[in-house]
């Protein structure tokens, strides 16, 4: 396996055009199948959305065993040997998601198109609507526990002054305003930073520059010392703070899988409003 990410974890349109013939890549498209079918970044496959997650309600968002997610990622044809690029059309939280998958897996070389299929089409870049399908490979990881956090592990550092967690919501999710499970708020001290302050709508959903993002981090004291639990309602928008945040360096990062949908429907979770 590669020791070394070749690439950074989000990558620029114009660097993954001049890469194409230069570094192995395997390029993974998790937009809905509509945008994949009328073109697609050449060579990349499509993967939908619901392969990497799994439906057990009220969770919606879980992870699926490392059993499941080897047979997956070996059905599409993922190799050790490559580095893959992940990119979507809704402000790259499928890719993030898929980036915090393979991190799960204790696999790096990951990266996700800054701005994903909006920045390909806006730089005006080669597309190709012929659907790519890899042979299948032999795709076996284990389980990386540093990237996970589930409720018992979130119930046993509510107190740490250490842990923080990061709610990617929007303020009126967090408040309990926009009611999305059984009981509304956020877990207590968590602090909130909503997944659209940190993209640029007017930038082809690229991320805002890195400056911007960790000023929005500080407001929140938020810094490397700590470990950071990032979640939402299903663990696709808070994906991408945890692709952001192990961007910029922090070392110690969790996703949890269950998020709001779990939390928020447990009758004994404790919550603040």
């Not at 890719?95 to 897996?105: E, G, I, K, P, Q």
Request: proline share 6%; with cysteine.
């Amino acid at each position: 396996m590669m020791t070394q990410p070749r690439l950074p974890v989000f990558i620029e349109a114009d660097k993954l055009a001049k890469s194409l013939d230069h570094v192995p890549l395997q390029i993974i498209d998790m937009s809905a199948l509509s945008y994949y079918d009328e073109s697609h970044i050449p060579g990349a496959i499509h993967l939908e959305y619901s392969e990497i997650i799994t439906q057990q309600p009220p969770i919606s968002g879980g992870l699926p065993s490392i059993e499941q997610l080897n047979r997956l990622f070996s059905t599409i044809g993922l190799r050790n040997d490559t580095h893959i690029i992940a990119y979507d059309a809704e402000g790259s939280g499928k890719s993030a998601r898929l980036f915090w998958t393979l991190a799960v897996c204790g696999f790096d070389n990951v990266s996700i198109l800054n701005g994903g299929r909006h920045a390909w089409l806006a730089g005006g870049y080669p597309l190709n609507s012929e659907a790519i399908h890899w042979p299948e490979s032999h795709f076996q990881l284990t389980v990386n526990p540093e990237a996970i956090a589930d409720k018992a592990y979130i119930l046993s550092h509510l107190n740490d002054p250490e842990t923080v967690i990061l709610d990617a919501r929007s303020p009126a999710e967090y408040n309990g305003i926009d009611l999305r499970a059984a009981r509304g708020g956020h877990i207590p001290g968590a602090r909130n930073l909503d997944w659209t302050l940190t993209f640029d709508l007017q930038d082809n959903l690229r991320l805002k520059p890195i400056v911007e993002i960790e000023a929005l981090l500080a407001e929140r004291h938020i810094n490397r010392e700590q470990e950071i639990i990032v979640h939402c309602q299903s663990h696709q928008r808070s994906a991408l703070i945890y692709a952001i945040l192990k961007f910029l360096g922090y070392p110690k990062v969790r996703g949890y899988h269950g998020s709001w949908s779990e939390w928020g429907n447990c009758a004994d979770t404790p919550i603040e409003v």
